[in-house]
């Protein structure tokens, strides 16, 4: 006679499908994601830096060189190359070790076939992101149950910025992705220290720090944090000393990947005996004895490591103009980023960012002291700050801790403020590495707090089981904490599903031209280039856009071309000439008349473009054209401008709705 299976086999049974559905989720939303991005990297032109990004990266598969583009670690472009190597592309090094004349070179090697090589690399790229989006939903799940992981997920699969440059042949989003990855293991390894986890974090650690030279700052954010974290009370599994040993494995298994990255260039040289280090470290010009004993000092970094560091304090000490809200400035502002973000994200994806934080609200449970919960709750079987022995009341295991938040926002301020104070000009993609964590945290949204013992995340399929035990638990489902949970958590999960469809709609409305999203507080992508500039919104990646609207348009002529871009437009088959230097600078609307034609100007030229200027006079300026309303536009980056000779003043047709 068959028994009656025992009550943990039937939850087991029951809870498989939520489980099963919440995959599905999971890689049918990355899949639409990798299409996403897929489908804009065959559709975009080169941006500016990606052909020598990509060049770089076929002289270390060929030639196991770094001298081209040394300011950006290996990573990126190592990996974007693979599939091109394959491919047999055409290649030219004597302009080495100037990375942008790299770059133009392989661009005429190739003619029009390095489309297709760039596409290739974008898509070797693709991986990033995905990996990204993964980590967004393995540390929501981890933190607040499976629906707080699947809110993260969709945040980052929609977000414009990831959308943008997810596709890019850059390594902002490989350092995104990657520094996650390890900050999510340190986490891990953080919780419950041991040797498996210790190795781990520091082999990712190590290919963090071959994405993007910011994470050197977790050579002294993770031992902080790790000694904050303890001296709060968590002792972990280990002793003191078991996990310092732990983390100098760490600190050498990084310090191994990155020399490996690098192919063991000449690791463990003095720094004098480097040149970038003798440069910017003013060793040579300190005569000091404690100044030469550290000139002695063997460093455990590959001198071509070294030597791109250097490059990067050269670029920081000249000061690059950044753009903002219609002012050019070297270096940058203080509240740059914060006010950047504020438009560059969408606005639902910013309230739910916001509702985390409502939602941090500790609640009060009935459960005294360390009394165990009634036998209808059953404990959360998640990781936590806390030893596995103590027994905790079910609204503290559900609400989460706060070393956690402090997890999530350390590297978010840390960040913001490394990019915001080094000295490089100010570009929304060096603040991409904070999206992962501002992402994890809008999961927590989905928590509703704790009432009279009763804390759950909404459409959790564990937390199903749990609250569907509560009214026998609690006394019937007219019980007030069962109502009350109730009351909390049908608006908060409309709510969510509003501010998250806000999201997703606003980013969806602007693809595939990604790169210029720009909230509604902004005015939306059109007027987005009153605020911010270059890579923030015009990098070049419409000029393809442009070509089809122009095979369209055959009329359109005489036609005047001012782009902002990798090559010049002939390199596309455009025919076309450059803008007069007579209508450059302050000109009136007379003169403008006197030139009749077509104009295609990139935004960056309505504003008097100088990133890269030492003068500011030399600075191509067609802010003539701004009091004039585009005939079209192709993307939101280059807008077309028709001028009738016979019209008064020079204005402008009225829009036809060009290729967007």
Wanted: aromatic residues 12%; neutral net charge.
């Amino acid at each position: 006679m068959p028994q009656d299976p025992s009550l943990e086999e039937c939850e087991t049974r029951e809870s498989a499908a939520p489980r099963e559905r919440v995959r599905v989720a999971v890689v049918a939303l990355l899949t639409v994601h990798a299409g996403l991005l897929a489908f804009s990297a065959a559709h975009n032109a080169p941006t500016i830096d990606e052909p020598f990004h990509l060049a770089a990266g076929i002289r270390r598969g060929q030639e196991a060189a770094f001298d081209v583009d040394r300011g950006n670690p290996p990573l990126a472009g190592s990996i974007a190359a693979l599939p091109v190597l394959l491919a047999d592309p055409k290649v030219e090094w004597r302009a080495v070790p100037d990375s942008f004349a790299v770059g133009h070179d392989f661009l005429a090697a190739n003619g029009l076939r390095s489309l297709w090589l760039i596409t290739l690399a974008r898509w070797a790229c693709i991986p990033f992101s995905l990996l990204g989006g993964y980590i967004c939903y393995r540390w929501g799940c981890d933190l607040h149950g499976a629906s707080s992981g699947l809110l993260s997920l969709v945040l980052w699969c929609f977000c414009p910025s990831v959308l943008a440059h997810g596709q890019l042949v850059t390594g902002d989003m490989a350092a995104a992705a990657v520094g996650a990855l390890a900050f999510y293991l340190f986490w891990r390894w953080l919780r419950r220290p041991c040797l498996g986890r210790a190795a781990l974090a520091g082999l990712v650690w190590g290919l963090a720090e071959l994405s993007k030279y910011v994470w050197l700052i977790l050579y002294l954010l993770w031992p902080f944090m790790w000694l904050l974290l303890r001296r709060s009370g968590d002792k972990g599994t280990g002793t003191f000393l078991r996990e310092m040993g732990q983390g100098a494995l760490m600190v050498a298994l990084s310090l191994y990947i990155i020399n490996m990255g690098y192919m063991f260039d000449r690791p463990f040289q003095p720094l004098e005996k480097v040149d970038e280090g003798r440069k910017h470290s003013n060793l040579a010009d300190t005569g000091s004895r404690s100044a030469g004993r550290l000139a002695g000092v063997p460093t455990p970094f590959p001198a071509q490591y070294l030597g791109g560091l250097g490059e990067m304090a050269g670029v920081a000490k000249g000061h690059y103009w950044s753009y903002f809200c219609g002012e050019w400035r070297r270096g940058g502002w203080w509240h740059f980023y914060p006010c950047a973000l504020l438009i560059k994200l969408p606005l639902g994806t910013l309230a739910l960012v916001a509702l985390g934080f409502l939602c941090g609200r500790r609640g009060q449970s009935h459960f005294r002291g360390g009394d165990a919960p009634p036998s209808g709750l059953r404990r959360s079987r998640r990781e936590s700050w806390h030893s596995p022995r103590e027994r905790l009341p079910m609204s503290r295991l559900s609400r989460g801790d706060w070393r956690d938040d402090l997890f999530l926002w350390t590297p978010i301020l840390v960040i913001l403020a490394f990019v915001t104070w080094s000295g490089i000009a100010q570009h929304v993609r060096y603040a991409l590495p904070i999206l992962p964590f501002a992402f994890v945290w809008a999961g927590k949204a989905t928590q509703v707090p704790a009432s009279r013992g009763v804390a759950g995340r909404i459409g959790d399929p564990s937390d199903i089981r749990q609250i569907g035990n509560l009214p026998h638990a609690a006394g019937g489902i007219g019980d007030p904490s069962y109502a009350s949970f109730v009351a909390r958590g049908v608006p908060r999960m409309c709510a969510i599903l509003m501010l998250l469809a806000w999201s997703t709609l606003s980013a969806l409305w602007v693809y595939p031209h990604s790169l210029s999203y720009f909230n509604e507080l902004a005015g939306g992508p059109i007027m987005g280039h009153e605020y911010l500039l270059d890579s923030n919104t015009d990098w070049g990646q419409d000029l393809l856009y442009f070509k089809t609207w122009l095979e369209e348009q055959r009329e359109a002529s005489p036609l005047y071309v001012t782009f902002n871009g990798c090559a010049a437009p002939e390199f596309f088959g455009i025919d076309s000439r450059e803008v007069p230097q007579q209508l450059r600078g302050a000109v009136s609307a007379d003169e403008l008349s006197t030139r009749p034609g077509w104009y295609a100007v990139s935004v960056n030229f309505l504003h008097s473009h100088r990133y890269m200027t030492i003068d500011p006079a030399a600075a191509v300026d067609l802010s003539c054209f701004r009091s004039m309303r585009p005939t079209a536009m192709a993307g939101y980056s280059i807008f077309i401008y028709h001028v009738d000779g016979d019209s008064e003043g020079g204005t402008a047709c009225e829009p036809e709705g060009g290729k967007r």
